[in-house]
């Protein structure tokens, strides 16, 4: 890949946080991108009406990634207004934070429809779909290595993408098609704040050998490089952005 003029990259859940600035960083770039969303029409169409007002190409698509029909029906529409699609980022998520001991079913069920299926179901549209020498970029976290009490459900939805992540890379590579992960740590969005206190937030910063949290565009730049002419040669790797905490 070395011209991303003519690419198509698909963001999923980028109506806001680390997605959306990835939707913003890879058009930026030079990618026409498609913001997914599953429910944030308005955030998701105010970032597209904002690249286009910065001269870049985007469209919004609602799908909800943990329905298989949903992921399908979005490649269909894609292909059928840009004419393929190159580069998938699988960030769309979810964390509901429980000891294991409180966690119910539901949380259970949707932790793993969303983060672990839902991303399956991106990759295995993208390995049927993406063009050759498109690239994929799968959303884990930096939980898996800290391993933090009340993370579990989370992490383990995490590690099992990163299986996938090192297998489909195996299975990609005679089509040229990169397969990587993100693991970020902890990054400033609603996903982070959500239920944490200034004292625990202080503590986590604390906690980074940088001192601080990390910004969305701090991993936009980490994508930006995976998708780009540069990112060629890194493969079946998790790529963990998060200033040395672990
Ligand atoms: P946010 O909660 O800020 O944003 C989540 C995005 O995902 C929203 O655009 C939301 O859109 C979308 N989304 C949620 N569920 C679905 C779904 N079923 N289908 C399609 N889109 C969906 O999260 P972050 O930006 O913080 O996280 C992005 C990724 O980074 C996640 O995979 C997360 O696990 C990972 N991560 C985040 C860290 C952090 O500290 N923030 C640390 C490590 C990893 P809508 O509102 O329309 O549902």
């Known amino acids: 890949m070395t011209d991303v003029q003519n690419q198509v990259a698909i963001v999923t859940?980028?109506?806001r946080?680390?997605?959306a600035a990835i939707a913003r960083r890879l058009a930026a770039d030079g990618f026409a991108v498609v913001v997914n969303y599953a429910?944030?029409?308005?955030?998701?169409?105010?970032?597209?009406?904002?690249?286009?007002?910065t001269g870049g190409r985007a469209v919004a698509v609602q799908a909800d990634i943990s329905d298989p029909s949903a992921v399908k029906r979005m490649f269909d529409s894609v292909e059928a207004s840009h004419g393929g699609v190159d580069v998938l980022v699988n960030n769309a998520g979810i964390m509901k934070l429980a000891p294991v001991a409180q966690t119910d079913d539901a949380?259970?069920?949707r932790t793993i429809a969303v983060n672990l299926k839902g991303t399956f179901?991106?990759?295995?549209?993208a390995a049927k779909r993406l063009r050759d020498g498109g690239r994929i970029v799968n959303f884990s976290s930096s939980v898996v290595g800290l391993y933090q009490p009340a993370y579990g459900v989370y992490a383990a939805t995490k590690a099992a993408v990163e299986a996938l992540t090192h297998i489909l890379a195996k299975e990609l590579g005679p089509r040229?098609?990169?397969v990587n992960a993100v693991a970020p740590g902890p990054v400033a969005t609603e996903l982070f704040f959500e239920g944490k206190d200034q004292a625990t937030i202080d503590s986590i910063k604390q906690m980074n050998p940088l001192g601080r949290l990390g910004e969305a565009d701090d991993i936009a730049a980490v994508v930006s490089l995976l998708v780009g002419p540069d990112g060629g040669w890194i493969n079946g790797q998790v790529v963990r952005a998060n200033g040395g905490v672990v």
Do not use: C, H, P, Q
Not at 39 to 53: H, P
Not at 121 to 125: D, I, K, L, P, V
């Open 13 to 15: 859940g980028a109506s």
């Open 17 to 19: 946080g680390i997605g």
């Open 39 to 53: 429910g944030s029409t308005d955030a998701a169409t105010k970032l597209v009406d904002g690249i286009k007002k």
């Open 107 to 109: 949380t259970f069920d």
């Open 121 to 125: 179901n991106g990759m295995r549209e």
């Open 176 to 178: 040229r098609i990169t």
